[in-house]
């Protein structure tokens, strides 16, 4: 009997997982690092604040005797991504998954937004997602394996609420739209595409650390009665980017203790 089904490709033992804005030490991009490295990824973290990547690559490879390295690049600038995953390839096991998390936040007002200032959020949030995937996928391609898994928001459903506004908004809507796309052409490569939409977190991100006042005012609508941790989004994570996880694609995980329908 023929078949026309394509087999999926194994996931190689020795294989990386590409993380950005993971130097962060209390954000959700570290803690999903560190989570993969305790799965036996191997880790390289891409972020802006060159030194602290290193530092927390250095920290996982420590505590998980994993290979990881921490490379500096801005993710809005398209050399400067082409430099970081040219390096992550020539030293680490091949690239099995993507988390795009880094990202900037803005509480300024729509009316008195400003065209640089929105382009700022645009350019971080949704053409850096794109100029990452895109260098990242040419590998994946070609071995006809990859997770994508990029960070929406439910910012981007109840149009803010938690701390930014519209044009964090637009833009973390936008990764919807985005991985919906992708995962359109992605599949007949052995890819997948989702995305998770988090809820308010307790990270810098947030404009700082939460008070316990700004805590209890986020959790008031939410089902569980708290705001997210790191824990929470990196267990989700974790497992979209697995190898169980093969068959989900095109989707928009909620992760908001219930908030999308309160
Ligand atoms: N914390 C929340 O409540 C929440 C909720 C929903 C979605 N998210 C999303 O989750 C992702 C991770 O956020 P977080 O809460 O961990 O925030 P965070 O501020 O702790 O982490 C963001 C990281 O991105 C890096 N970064 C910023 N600009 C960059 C650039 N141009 N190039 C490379 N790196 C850059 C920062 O240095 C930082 O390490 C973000 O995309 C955010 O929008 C967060």
């Known amino acids: 009997m023929t078949t026309t089904e394509t087999l999926p490709t194994p996931f190689p033992t020795e294989r990386t997982v590409v993380v950005t804005g993971a130097a962060s030490v209390r954000g959700i991009g570290r803690a999903t690092a560190d989570r993969l490295a305790g799965l036996g990824w191997s880790v390289a973290i891409v972020d802006i604040n060159a030194e602290a990547a290193r530092a927390a690559a250095a920290d996982i490879a420590l505590r998980h005797s994993v290979p990881a390295i921490g490379v500096g690049a801005d993710i809005a600038s398209e050399a400067s991504v082409d430099a970081a995953v040219a390096q992550i390839e020539t030293s680490l096991a091949p690239i099995v998954a993507l988390v795009n998390l880094a990202g900037i936040s803005s509480p300024t007002e729509f009316m008195d937004e400003t065209v640089a200032g929105w382009e700022r959020i645009f350019s971080v949030n949704m053409t850096g997602t794109f100029i990452v995937t895109q260098r990242v996928l040419r590998g994946m391609i070609q071995r006809r394996l990859g997770r994508i898994v ?113």
């Open 150 to 262: 990029s960070a929406s928001s439910i910012s981007a459903q109840r149009g803010g609420g938690t701390f930014s506004k519209v044009a964090y908004s637009a833009s973390k809507a936008g990764i919807i739209g985005f991985t919906r796309g992708l995962a359109r052409e992605m599949g007949q490569h052995g890819i997948t595409v989702n995305c998770v939409s988090p809820g308010p977190v307790d990270t810098d991100i947030m404009g700082g650390t939460l008070t316990d006042e700004r805590k209890n005012d986020l959790s008031a609508d939410t089902l569980m009665g708290r705001v997210g941790t790191v824990t929470d989004i990196a267990a989700l994570i974790a497992f979209l980017v697995g190898e169980d996880a093969g068959y989900i694609t095109a989707a928009t995980y909620d992760i908001n203790g219930g908030l999308q329908i309160s």
